[in-house]
């Protein structure tokens, strides 16, 4: 009998530390969920990491995106991003990229030099001008406005360069720094090529040490900004598109739209890029929507909002506040929204890979995608009665830019 009692002690000590193990099993994996979740939302492929700078001068900076060897989704797409800052009668000397880009001023005025064989193209560019560049031309860039700072973002295909995702500039002009492609041939060939001494050679690409971006003299500055610049230019230069000065596409008391692509500017079209531009009201919502022709960077250039993300399996992939200067990349076909905090408004401007018409497609809204179905298909979607979902899907009344959330007391607000 004791035998029996000391057996049956026994199995009830494995049952409860059987138990305990499978509790403290589930207690560690909803632990590991919520700390992955944690990881997920820290290192999201959405938010894009802070921009390298590559280039940093008295006279101006660049910073690139992504960083030297550096992968992820910008560089798996073959999109190289730079943010390029120059001060008043600032120079970015002479050079090429390994990739086309598409330049979108953000702030300031430019004069954008290129050169063809031995024809010299210039056009003068402003805030909310876009311009494409093709790879493997020399070009130049001046800032005119003597009274402010040019800033511009860039969006280039690296699908052709020789490290995957990142795109390269060849300095055909320089010294020391930067470093000239011509200092990559022995001194004697550059010497018998241009037909002078070696001598001469040492002393030409020696001389600049100020690096990539430099300030003009006066001199220097009146010549570059006249027309004696483009005296040998070629009259079939495309003009820039004011991405500015477009009417919106949409546009209401919440905020507008506005995309540019190829049909309306044939550069994008040849590089297969569109650009954007989007201004929320405090408090409004862009309407959940996707994409399904194009990918989006976007550059947040004004106040802050909150930007949410879904993964296909319905799970979040991103819910995150954001500021000016943060850069997010949205994939092509993922449901996302961007919401205005309500301190004030918030824009954002940036590039999509297709320079075709995007069409998103909006999940909310007097024009969502649930429109077009039967209330019984959606009924059975849903798992819901028809009159009661209908009450719901069909109660905004508003389209694409949203006013905020209805919180308990009836009074409207942003997700912030």
């Known amino acids: 009998m004791a035998r029996k009692s000391l057996i049956l002690c026994a ?3 494995l049952i409860v530390s059987s138990s305990a193990s499978e509790h403290d099993r589930h207690e560690r994996h909803d632990r590991g969920d919520e700390e992955g979740d944690h990881h997920k939302q820290a290192t999201s492929p959405f938010v894009l990491k802070e921009p390298v700078q590559v280039v940093s001068t008295e006279a101006g900076d660049i910073q690139v995106l992504p960083g030297p060897k550096e992968l992820g989704a910008l560089a798996e797409n073959h999109i190289g991003l730079s943010i390029i800052t120059i001060e008043p009668k600032g120079l ?12 979108y001023v953000h702030k300031g005025r430019m004069t954008l030099g290129w050169a063809e064989q ?3 193209n210039r056009q003068d560019l402003e805030t909310g001008d876009i311009y494409a560049l093709p790879g493997g031309f020399v070009f130049y860039v001046l800032n005119t406005d003597e009274g402010q700072r040019l800033r511009l973002y860039g969006m280039c295909d690296t699908s052709e360069s020789l490290d995957a995702g990142h795109f390269q500039s060849f300095f055909v002009g320089g010294g020391v720094d930067p470093r000239t492609i011509l200092s990559g ?5 550059v010497a018998a090529a241009l037909k002078v001494a070696p001598e001469d050679v040492s002393e030409i690409l020696g001389s600049q040490t100020e690096g990539p971006i430099v300030y003009t003299s006066r001199a220097g500055y009146d010549f570059l900004k006249g027309d004696s610049a483009a005296s040998n230019a070629r009259g079939d230069a495309p003009k820039p ?10 546009k209401n008391e919440n905020g507008w739209t ?29 309407a959940p929507h996707w ?17 949410q993300v879904s993964y296909p399996n319905g799970t979040n992939a991103l819910d995150k506040e954001l500021d000016e200067s943060k850069v997010v990349f949205v994939p092509r076909y993922f449901p996302m929204c961007q919401i205005a905090s309500r301190n004030g408004d918030f824009e954002f401007v940036g590039f999509s890979t297709s320079s075709r018409r995007n069409r998103p497609q909006f999940l909310a809204g007097s024009n969502s995608v649930f429109k077009a179905f039967s209330k019984d298909i959606m009924s059975k979607t849903f798992n819901v009665d028809a009159k009661r979902l209908e009450a719901v899907l069909d109660n905004q009344r508003d389209a694409v ?14 997700a912030m």
């Open 11 to 13: 199995l009830a000590l």
């Open 92 to 103: 970015l000397l002479p050079q090429y990229l390994d990739a086309s880009c598409v330049l």
């Open 118 to 120: 031995d024809y010299l």
């Open 185 to 189: 041939f022995r001194k004697e060939a």
């Open 241 to 250: 598109f004011n991405l500015l000065k477009k009417a919106p596409d949409f």
């Open 258 to 286: 506005i995309a540019v692509h190829g049909a309306e500017f044939s550069p994008l079209k040849e590089a297969d890029v569109g650009v954007f531009a989007v201004s929320l009201k405090p408090g409004a919502m862009l």
């Open 291 to 307: 994409n399904p022709r194009a990918a989006e960077v976007a550059f947040i250039t004004k106040g802050n909002g909150r930007i």
């Open 401 to 414: 830019i949203l006013p905020g959330f209805i919180e308990e007391d009836g009074k409207r607000s942003s």
